[in-house]
């Protein structure tokens, strides 16, 4: 019986040993299969952050890009011929107003400065010196003081009264040299949304075509139609506005030099009723 004991005990120890092994051997598995799972997502986790980063700079890329494509798609699918007048008026509106940007800018100077220095030398009777120093400067209140310096010099105009017509005369004349070229940029101002509106009604009849040609009246046959003449207008209306800005900053500095020219011809009527030079 003790014998019998002994084996079944045997038996049990063995079997327990081996179970235990085995239970061993799998949970060695199970933590081996569980570190080659950990290693594998991270490594999916790498390789997908990769890609992300690597898919990440063409987006980028694609975004800095996209308004300019955008718009060239926009500008291709408004058709070629509305589209290139209204660029047409773009740039030579521009043109326009660089041109007279550039022209009013070089014409501003100091005129208080100006008429200051100029009302010393006609007080010291240096009244040639005066007239060289207007030719010197540009401008149109130097050429106005040109002018009245001029009558205030010479025997038979310098009397007062000939000199303010004379002022009055040549500041009508810079003036109108101020203001050429600006009924161009009104011109392009009102041309450029008339574009965009023919396009509109063009488009529409364009619409209309299709839907007769197709019989039915559906979104797809009026897109396209409908597509030419909104982007036509806005593009128009895009034109007008930049065109308008610069129209209206082109109008502040001829207003400033309008009103530099004023101020001059004041300084220049009372320096020459001063002068000994002068009729009075």
Known sequence: MKKLFAIIAMVAACSFAA??????????????????????????DTAAAEEETVEAAPIVEEENEGVFKTLKTKYIEGGA???????????????????RVVYLTLAQ?????????LADLVAAGKIAD???KCKNTRGPVAQVSRKAMECLDSNDRNDIGTIERTINMEAE????????????????????PSLGFLGTVIGMVMAFDDIQRAGD??????????????ITTIFGIIVALVLQVFYNYILAKIESLTGNMEEAAQELLVMCVKSDKCKK
């Open 109 to 117: 100077i100091n005129t208080r400065k100006f008429t200051k220095e």
């Open 217 to 230: 009246i559906s979104p797809t046959v009026v897109a396209g139609g409908m597509k030419v003449a909104l």
């Open 173 to 192: 004349v810079q003036g109108s040299y101020l203001e050429e070229n600006c009924s161009w940029i009104t011109l392009f101002i009102a041309m450029a």
């Open 130 to 132: 005066a007239i060289e």
């Open 81 to 99: 011929g509305f589209m290139s007048l209204v660029a047409i008026a773009l740039v030579l509106g521009l043109a326009f107003c660089i041109e």
């Open 19 to 44: 179970t235990s092994s085995v239970m061993a051997q799998e949970d060695e598995a199970a933590a081996e299969e569980m570190v080659e799972a950990a290693v594998d997502s991270a490594a999916v």
